[in-house]
């Protein structure tokens, strides 16, 4: 009889201490979940608040996020404004120091990361929820590497008894992503200028690395759904530049596109811009084989 206590005990502080040696990690998105989680490996615990088929701009901030978040030793962030309508909120509301912007355990995965479509005046007139700039960075596979050097360098103020692990594991994740992207270049290149026309202007870094031509978007201004306007707009710019693709994403609907599509002929793609927005897309790295894949046969 006591035996089996003092089994019960030792099972006990055993588990206990298994579970406190891992850094507990809460993220805004699924791309920032998959790449803690390739940095941190078995040291980390990660959670990501958004789903990858959600749209990262307007997520409900329920209660169990902020329980979670409560309990973070860090947070990791996408910044600019893509989660100021949510974020800021659940981050005060948790009442976690370690986790506030300036603690050790807040990381901001754009710093470092060179921004496109930055404007020089800020205004959220008319609705705009790009105002410092485009902050759908993470799909171009080389500002990955800045995010996960930025997500290494928290990882190490938390825990630097594990430098040398998390430092070997970035460099793993470089190499990979250079070859990868070796692999999608090749793919793209016959496809250098080709126009498309995207629903939401979030494929910037994507175009910039592939060199695909974005002729236009369905949304007049990120965040503004598409207007009729808008949409005779599109209709002529396709017609006039023989386009054949629209891509869009799994959060948008489809009325508006399958109304150009019956005008024109286009064909809407829908992309994954997040780790698990489609099931075959489980890390960082298969985002880009599914997207790129799908373009490829969208385009054929
Ligand atoms: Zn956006």
Redesign the pocket.
């Known amino acids: 009889m006591k035996l089996k206590i003092v089994f019960i005990l030792l099972t006990c502080i055993g588990t206990t201490a298994v579970g406190a040696t891992k850094i507990n990690v809460v993220t805004t998105t699924a791309d920032l979940k998959s790449i803690t989680e390739l940095i941190g490996g078995d040291k980390v615990d990660v959670s990501s608040i958004a789903t990858g088929y959600q749209n990262p ?1 307007f997520v409900d901030p329920k209660p169990s996020y902020i329980i979670k978040l409560s309990r973070a030793d860090m947070f990791v962030t996408v910044g600019l404004d ?1 989660e100021t309508g949510w974020s800021p909120q659940l981050l005060s509301s948790s009442r976690n120091l370690k986790i506030q912007k300036g603690s050790n355990g807040y990381v901001d995965a754009s710093v470092g990361v060179v921004l496109m479509q930055v404007p020089s005046v800020i205004n959220r007139g008319e609705g705009d ?2 105002i410092f700039g ?3 960075y993470w799909l171009d596979p080389i500002n990955g590497k800045q995010i996960a050097k930025n997500i290494c360098e928290g990882l190490e103020k938390i825990s630097p008894e594990n430098k040398a692990f998390f430092e070997a594991n970035l460099n793993a994740f470089n190499t990979k992503i250079d070859f990868k992207l070796k692999e999608w270049e090749m793919k793209m290149a016959p496809y250098k200028g080709v126009k498309i026309i995207a629903y ?3 494929w910037c870094y994507f175009e910039q690395r592939f060199g695909l031509e974005i002729a236009d978007f369905l949304e007049p201004k ?2 503004i759904p598409p207007t009729p306007t808008q949409i005779v707009k599109i209709i002529s710019e396709i017609k006039n530049n023989a386009i054949k693709v629209i891509i869009s994403s799994p959060y948008f609907t489809t009325s508006s596109s399958d109304v150009v599509s019956k005008q024109t002929g286009a064909k809407t793609i829908v992309l994954g811009t997040s780790v698990g927005a489609f099931d075959s897309i489980k890390d960082y790295f298969d985002l880009f084989d599914y997207d790129i894949d799908k373009l490829i046969q969208g385009f054929n």
């Open positions: 701009h893509l929820i790009h485009n902050p759908h939401h202007n979030e990120p965040g």
